[in-house]
């Protein structure tokens, strides 16, 4: 299972550190760790994701620069930190996690993760 934690309300331009805490399983033995997210009358879209071996996790152009996904073993858990935050960015935030590994081009399509968090609101105030 997948809880996900961190939302909260900030003002543009702060940043927020999510936090996604697997149980049941260890963050390694997920090949993908990602995260989604979902604006008021939106489609889910994906932030980004990491690759279980791949030196660099991948990030949609929208926050690409500003977003960062790590792993920490220690405390199983994978942390999405978003700087510079844009009232764009306000939305409910996903982590997801699938089992076995994926080509580049799938890491975007929802449908290929088989776990998913409760979701975290993100406000992020003008």
């Known amino acids: 299972q997948l809880q996900a934690s961190g939302g909260g309300l900030v003002q543009a331009g702060d940043s927020l550190t999510l936090s996604c805490e697997v149980s049941?399983?260890?963050?390694?033995?997920?090949?993908?760790m990602g995260w989604f997210r979902q604006a008021p009358g939106k489609e889910r879209e994906f932030v980004g994701a990491h690759r279980r071996g791949d030196s660099s996790p991948y990030y949609a152009d929208s926050v690409k620069g500003r977003f960062t996904i790590s792993r920490d073993k220690a405390k199983n858990t994978v942390h999405l930190t978003m700087n510079s935050l844009k009232p764009e960015d306000t939305a409910v935030y996903y982590c997801?996690?699938?089992?076995?590994?994926?080509?580049?081009?799938?890491?975007?399509?929802?449908?290929?993760?088989?776990?998913w968090g409760q979701g975290t609101q993100v406000t992020v105030s003008s």
């Open positions: 997801a996690a699938r089992m076995n590994r994926i080509v580049i081009t799938g890491l975007a399509m929802d449908a290929q993760y088989d776990y």
């Open positions: 049941g399983r260890t963050t390694d033995s997920m090949s993908v």
